[in-house]
């Protein structure tokens, strides 16, 4: 079964850096989209990142651009998400979400993995 | 790149319809067929309940349907039942990014 299980998460001081990992299993990696998508504890969902299944297309929302980096490494099934320059507002559980097959939704989750930026 | 407009709580009893909107531009939700729903119960990771605007996943229940006109999207819940209660989040596609709701909270009286 598709699995998808987000690493890396923690707590870690403004302007620090963090990288998240997730690791796919149970489908074929490089034939889907991946994406990342946080929500803010008692938030709504933010979508974050896409990168496409040749890792050639990358997208972020305007308020982490400059400062995070999706990429993958498709012959190990890994998503990264390198986080730098952390604000307070990127506090959130960050989700790791794999794009239906040429389609344009989410339709696995990871669990999420927690991420507080606080000093 | 602001987030669609949903209303934030919505309410029926059990076995009862209800109805939840999400309304974007001409440039996400009105420009394209890809509307997709989420459900999130408390503490748990969203599940995708309808994509491509009405369009059900398997072993999604035939109770959710989605539809969509001009620039509104709605996701609708028939035959209420008590495990319906979740935050419900509306997305769609916008060019080079995707955007999401603001949620919706249905409670089942």
């Known amino acids: 079964q598709v699995q998808l299980v987000e690493s890396g998460g923690g707590v870690v001081q403004p302007e620090k850096s963090l990288r998240l990992s997730c690791a796919g299993s149970g489908f074929t990696f490089n034939k889907h989209a991946m994406h990342w998508v946080r929500q803010a504890p008692g938030k709504g969902l933010e979508w974050v990142a896409l990168i496409s299944d040749d890792g050639k297309r990358i997208y972020y929302t305007d308020s982490v651009k400059g400062r995070f980096t999706i990429s993958r490494d498709n012959s190990k099934s890994t998503l990264w998400l390198q986080m730098n320059g952390l604000r307070t507002e990127d506090t959130a559980v960050y989700y790791c979400?794999?794009?239906?097959?040429?389609?344009?939704?989410?339709?696995?989750w990871g669990q999420g993995t927690l991420v507080t930026v606080s000093s | 790149q602001s987030a669609l407009t949903q209303p934030p709580s919505a309410s029926g009893s059990p076995g009862q319809s209800v109805a939840i909107s999400c309304t974007g531009t001409?440039?996400?939700?009105?420009?394209?067929?890809?509307v997709s729903w989420y459900q999130q119960h408390p503490g748990k990771a969203p599940k995708l309940m309808i994509y491509e605007v009405s369009k059900r996943p398997s072993g999604v229940p035939d109770r959710f349907s989605g539809s969509k006109s001009g620039n509104t999207a709605s996701l609708t819940v028939s035959g209420l039942q008590a495990e319906d209660e979740a935050d419900y989040y509306c997305?769609?596609?916008?060019?080079?990014?995707?955007?999401f709701g603001g949620g919706t909270k249905l409670t089942v009286l």
């Open positions: 001409s440039s996400d939700v009105g420009g394209y067929n890809y």
């Open positions: 997305s769609s596609y916008a060019g080079s990014n995707n955007l």
């Open positions: 979400t794999r794009e239906g097959f040429r389609a344009v939704f989410f339709d696995y």
